[in-house]
């Protein structure tokens, strides 16, 4: 079955940065776009980013120039750099295969940025 699994999320201060990772399996990873969502209290789930399995990236104008998703298809692993975090990127963290259907969704990390 297909398991996708966060890790690197945590409590930060404004200004600070995390990596967040993603192992998959069960899934030809090299073949599948990854994509990454958060969800903020309050809030329903919302796109951060996405890669396709080319390598095209998209990201949410609220991130843009901040964050950034690579993929590393040897170790079936999708990473999530985030720098310059602000408070109103608090929320768990899904990892999410395909971004499109969303079919597919790992247990979340928190990612919690003080002011």
């Known amino acids: 079955q297909v398991q996708l699994v966060e890790s690197g999320g945590g409590l930060v201060q404004a200004g600070g940065s995390l990596r967040l990772s993603c192992v998959a399996s069960g899934i030809i990873f090299s073949a599948n776009a990854m994509g990454w969502y958060r969800q903020a209290p309050g809030n329903q789930r919302e796109l951060v980013a996405a890669?396709?399995?080319?390598?095209?990236?998209i990201y949410a104008d609220s991130v843009k120039g901040r964050f950034t998703i690579s993929r590393d298809n040897a170790k079936n692993t999708v990473h999530l750099q985030m720098n310059s975090l602000k408070p109103e990127d608090t929320g768990v963290y899904f990892c999410?295969?395909?971004?499109?259907?969303?079919?597919?969704w790992g247990q979340g990390t928190q990612v919690t940025v003080s002011s």
């Open positions: 999410v295969n395909p971004p499109t259907s969303r079919r597919y």
């Open positions: 890669i396709t399995s080319g390598g095209s990236t």
